[in-house]
């Protein structure tokens, strides 16, 4: 499974790199304001600055809503830099747009889904990732890692190719339970990533083996 962080924050995007595990990022237009970048050409600076520091697939939220604004803006994002991925909400001018910007060799992460009906509809499209969006569904009070065991079933027996995302996850179980439902890649915060490190007995028995080498090096030592 890869590993990509959900942020437009350059510190947390340096250290999920300097980690050696991160395979990519993802941003969308909430993300980008979170961290006050506005403004055309702002917005595109950050995409070429992120896309500069990570090698692996860089998603980029189109804005537009109709075919032809979503088909020239995905272009245009695609064209800052050749790891961009362009980011199309699953609405019907987006999977028109997903089907047009894949059969011109434009890689694409369909956002916003939430059932596994627009999951076949946007592999049917031919989108490179497909982002089901977790957290939302278990906000509802629903079970959002069903909806990832479900596509990843679906996509298995149909031999669809999409990569399924798990996006919208926020803690470090939800990357473990996602890896076992089936996803391909889970998007996540610097913090849900760093949860993963911890267990208890792993301190209490670096503690342990710290002291004993200790405790062994005096006895030596007289
Ligand atoms: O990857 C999608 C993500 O950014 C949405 O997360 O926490 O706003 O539901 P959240």
């Known amino acids: ?44 600076r950050h995409y070429r600055i992120i896309a500069e520091m990570v090698e692996g697939d860089i998603s980029a ?44 060799g434009i890689k694409t992460n369909c956002t ?18 497909l982002s089901p969006f977790i957290g939302r569904i278990d906000d509802i009070n629903w079970e959002g890692m069903d909806l990832i065991a479900q596509i990843a079933a679906i996509y298995n027996t149909q031999g669809y190719e999409t990569e399924i995302l798990a996006a919208s996850i926020r803690s470090s179980k939800q990357i473990v339970d996602a890896a076992l439902a089936g996803a391909n890649v889970v998007t996540c915060p610097l913090k849900a990533i760093y949860g993963l490190l911890k267990h208890p007995l792993t301190d209490i028995g670096l503690a342990n083996f710290l002291a004993d080498h200790r405790k062994a090096a005096e006895v030596a030592n007289g």
């Not at 993802?26 to 304001?33: F, I, K, V």
């Not at 009906?117 to 499209?125: D, E, H, S, V, W």
Request: aromatic share 4%; charged share 20%; proline share 3%.
């Open 1 to 44: 499974m890869k590993f990509f962080i959900d942020t437009a924050n350059l510190k947390d995007i340096e250290e999920a790199k300097e980690l050696g595990i991160l395979d990519g990022v993802t941003t969308n237009p909430s993300l980008m304001a979170k961290e006050g970048v506005t403004g055309q050409s702002n917005i595109e």
């Open 112 to 129: 916003l889904i939430f059932s596994a009906g627009q999951a076949i509809l946007a592999a049917k499209a031919g989108a490179t990732y």
């Open 61 to 104: 939220e189109v804005i537009a809503t109709d075919y032809h604004g979503i088909v020239e803006e995905g272009k245009h994002l695609a064209g800052l830099a050749p790891n961009i991925v362009v980011k199309v909400p699953m609405i019907k001018e987006g999977v028109k747009a997903i089907s047009h910007l894949t059969q011109i």
